[in-house]
């Protein structure tokens, strides 16, 4: 993950577990964000925002409120939610590295060629 700061969290204390009272939506979406990279740098606070949100959502599935969405996509997007969130605030997720066997095979093929041309 890139950012400003790319220090990691120092946070080590316990992540809430999602309500067996919500919504099977909201758990699934509070239980996404454990999986996701930005948690790698939530601090305590982070943690309980995504509580709140999480709750936001329940509430919104239940009741339909316009006011209580709104609630949940600012609390979401002050998260990192989505990657359109960490782009917007300056933050990217880096995947793990990727090998192709061919293209390695044509690179040094190419630098082979390139060693012949020197000679």
């Known amino acids: 993950m890139k950012r400003q700061d ?3 969290s120092a946070y ?11 919504k099977p939506q909201a758990r699934s979406w509070y239980n996404s964000l454990k999986l996701s990279g930005q ?3 939530y601090e ?3 943690w309980a925002t995504a509580v709140a949100a999480a709750q936001a ?3 919104f599935l239940r009741t339909h409120s316009p006011g209580i969405l709104s609630q949940f996509v600012r609390l979401s997007e002050r998260l990192g939610a989505t990657i359109f969130d960490r782009r917007r605030s300056g933050l990217e ?3 793990p590295e990727v090998s192709d ?3 390695d095979a044509a690179d040094n093929a190419v630098k082979d060629w390139q060693l012949r041309l020197v000679k």
């Open 6 to 8: 790319s220090r990691k």
């Open 12 to 22: 080590t204390g316990p992540v809430p577990t999602a309500s067996p009272d919500w």
């Open 39 to 41: 948690s790698e740098y």
């Open 44 to 46: 305590a606070s982070d």
């Open 57 to 59: 959502y329940d509430i």
């Open 93 to 95: 997720l880096e995947g």
């Open 101 to 103: 066997a061919d293209e």
